[in-house]
């Protein structure tokens, strides 16, 4: 049975300010309307979505602000909510029709456990071909592209599409991609099988021995802070059996790479992105960079000259692969 989780409300919001600390707007602009605090208590004096749309623009939806949150309000729900009544430019809605129109003609999907890569794992095909190779799953020709594409930028989902994309993968092990598809689908099917593709690399051996002491990993944060409480155990796991530094914070929290999201599609500022990207990367000096998200692998060789791989690319295609 599908359930949807309504967004906890914003009124809940007491102004403490702790999602600051986290959040890459307020990093980049240090005003405190560039902020989930600072939208919902705009939300709670009476603006409308349209009198905030240049910082609902300029969320990158990482998810950080939400573990933080010590009233438990579902920041990110609010923010993609409020991004839903935006009138849409037409080409992102010509972009989610498309790849609804893709989903339609898409074979029926293979049995057994699934990979669900998500648009840019998808646009790479050598590293699409590794990561299959590692995990030993079917690819799904309907990975839920439009249904992510209208979750990032707050569009319509079509409930008979929804179920039957939901339909064709309900009972199976899958491993997503996309780390907004992937909080919706803990939401949509509870109890699922699901794992992001980073938790599902970083569990393979022949993968998390070749991570180092001299590597700083960089892990995709809206997967991570959609399931924090259960995923800090995995990361502390991975930085305990190999000495890496890790895009963390003290309280163990993913301090956002902005870089997360469909290409081509991403809200707000490009520029943002390598800005944050160059201040992760202040006083460090790794050998080696390792990230979960193919976007970041593209983005982080534009700021630094150490070599930037995918967790996948680790493990040379030619040795034998242990599935988990």
């Not at 990093?27 to 560039?34: F, I, N, S, T, V």
């Not at 919902?40 to 939806?61: H, I, P, T, W």
């Not at 202040?282 to 970041?296: K, T």
Request: aromatic share 4%; net charge negative; proline share 6%.
């Amino acid at each position: 049975m599908y359930s949807t989780a309504h967004p906890r409300e914003y009124s809940a919001c007491s102004g403490c300010s702790l999602c600051r600390l986290v959040c890459p707007m307020w990093h980049q602009r240090r005003d405190p309307r560039y902020s989930p605090e600072g939208l919902a208590k705009a939300r709670q004096n009476g603006a409308a979505a349209a009198e905030l749309a240049e910082v609902l623009d300029a969320c990158a939806l990482c998810g950080a602000c939400d573990p933080v949150c010590p009233e438990g309000i579902d920041l990110t729900g609010m923010i993609m909510e409020l991004r839903g009544e935006l009138e849409l430019p037409p080409e992102l809605d010509a972009l989610q029709v498309a790849y609804g129109q893709a989903a339609a003609m898409a074979e029926a999907a293979p049995p057994g456990a699934l990979l669900l890569p998500g648009a840019a794992l998808r646009a790479d095909a050598a590293l699409l071909f590794r990561v299959r190779e590692l995990l030993g799953l079917g690819l799904a020709a309907d990975d839920g592209a439009d249904l992510a594409v209208a979750l990032e930028i707050g569009g319509d989902i079509d409930p008979i599409r929804r179920r039957r994309f939901l339909d064709a993968i309900d009972g199976r092990s899958l491993v997503v991609g996309d780390g907004l598809l992937l909080a919706a689908l803990r939401r949509w099917l509870p109890g699922a099988r699901l794992q992001g593709l980073g938790e599902a690399l970083g569990n393979l051996a022949v993968l998390r021995r070749r991570i180092t002491s001299a590597d700083f990993y960089v892990i995709e944060p809206r997967a991570f802070h959609a399931d924090h409480a259960r995923l800090v155990a995995h990361y502390d796991g991975l930085r305990r059996d190999s000495g890496c530094a890790m895009n963390l914070d003290l309280q163990r929290i993913a301090l956002p790479t902005r870089a997360s999201g469909y290409p081509g599609l991403r809200m707000g500022c490009a520029a943002e992105d390598l800005a944050q990207l160059r201040w992760l990367l202040q006083g460090r000096r790794p050998a080696r960079i390792v990230v979960e998200d193919p976007a970041d692998r593209e983005l982080l060789r534009r700021v630094t000259g150490a070599p930037v791989l995918h967790l996948a690319e680790l493990a040379a295609l030619n040795e034998e692969i242990h599935h988990a």
